[in-house]
């Protein structure tokens, strides 16, 4: 009331308030709509280059005397087993609006062989012992629209027991053998709507499980290079991606054929194997192992989720969307009412502004002036 008495609620201060207002509402609604643009949609997975195939090369399995000599090695010293360090990098493009970043702290990736004991009678290979781990050598950093990379130090860890329990005849018969790992890894998800940036720290812990045999591989130089001319050995090599989820989804959905695994021929096993004569052994195609050569190739797929897995992903990302977009368009639908608003109020107090202050026209039916009387006309 005081500021009207003062004339600030006047038509002319209200015709500048809302025309100045006005071009705000309708760069913010603009803005609004560019952000939504911008999000849809709302996620796109990152796109990882596939590393070249590789496996666990034997030549570096140690072995004890005879073992070591009927495959061909040298006999090895305690401990006994496959015992590799090595360095594996991935480079990943984020086509994204969130920045992403996988912290070394706290990241791990256990490799656990399954117990070939309760394999055998149909288990899902209780108790596990480790094979090995993989850690971060720094956060993996993937910007907004650009690339980063993810450099994992593995180091393998496989006793003897375990690589033979892939490499034996039942494994060699079947084609294939059962593998699991444990990974523990926090995402720091970073990402702007509307000029507001919120960081959100995310840790899981998935249990994975997937398909391996052997293989063959380039033999290898002192200095790491392959031999020219290239020669052949013997590894172990993964032969699918791998299917992660809780433990009990994992154990109750992975499956061998819908991992890609298929059996090519059956012919009789080789009798170096010491099965019983007339043992047939499947020869397999999988997307990690072509049947043909022996030889790895790279697997596009390097992991799924369970059924549920991809529901709760599915409902967190939902959720997610949910909030971004209810922001955003509530920032659409307030600016486009203020905006319609501040534009009519400045146009109507505008109007009524000029209305006031506009020169008064003549009264068209006025009666002539009166002129003064001359005192010499009243004389007689």
């Not at 280059?49 to 666990?56: A, E, I, K, V, Y």
């Not at 039942?170 to 940036?197: F, K, L, N, P, W």
């Not at 998935?206 to 130089?221: A, I």
């Not at 922001?327 to 608003?341: D, E, G, P, Q, R």
């Amino acid at each position: 009331m005081g500021c009207c008495k003062k004339g600030c609620c006047s038509p002319k201060v209200q015709a500048i308030v809302g025309l100045c207002a006005a071009p705000l509402n309708l760069t913010i609604l603009i803005w609004g709509i560019t952000e939504k643009v911008r999000w849809t949609p709302f996620y796109v997975p990152m796109e990882c280059t596939t590393p070249p195939p590789d496996g666990l090369r034997l030549s570096g399995l140690s072995m004890p005397s005879p073992l070591a000599e009927g495959r061909g090695l040298l006999p090895g010293s305690p401990p006994y087993g496959l015992y590799v360090n090595k360095t594996v990098t991935t480079a990943c493009t984020n086509p994204g609006q969130a920045k992403m970043t996988t912290l070394a702290a706290g990241f791990e990736v256990v490799e656990l062989a399954p117990n070939a004991t309760d394999m055998a009678s149909g288990g899902v290979g209780l108790p596990y012992s480790q094979s090995g781990t993989s850690r971060l050598a720094g956060d993996a950093v993937y910007p907004i629209g650009g690339r980063g990379e993810m450099v994992m130090e593995v180091a393998t860890a496989r006793v003897l027991d375990d690589v033979l329990a892939v490499l034996a005849p039942e494994a060699t018969a079947r084609g294939y053998s059962v593998t699991y790992s444990r990974m523990t890894q926090t995402v720091q998800t970073c990402a702007s709507v509307m000029g507001m940036e919120s960081c959100n720290d995310q840790v899981s812990e998935q249990f994975c499980g997937s398909y391996e045999g052997d293989c063959l591989v380039p033999k290898l130089d002192s200095s790491g290079a392959p031999l020219v001319p290239e020669q052949l050995e013997s590894a172990i090599c993964p032969y699918t991606g791998k299917l992660c989820g809780n433990e009990a989804e994992v154990h109750a959905q992975l499956n061998a054929a819908a991992m890609g695994i298929q059996v090519v021929s059956r012919p009789e096993c080789a009798s170096s194997l010491g099965l019983p004569n007339g043992t047939l052994c499947n020869v397999i195609e999988a997307p990690g192992l072509d049947s043909a050569t022996k030889r790895p190739r790279a697997i596009e797929t390097a992991m799924s989720l369970t059924t549920e897995a991809e529901a709760r992903m599915t409902e967190a990302l939902a959720a997610a969307e949910s909030a971004v977009t209810t922001m955003i368009w509530i920032t659409i639908v307030c600016n486009s009412i203020f905006f319609l608003l501040n534009l009519s109020s400045g146009l109507f107090n505008l109007r009524k502004h000029l209305r006031a202050n506009a020169p008064k026209a003549s009264s068209q039916g006025a009666a002539p002036p009166t002129l003064a009387t001359n005192d010499f006309d009243t004389k007689a």
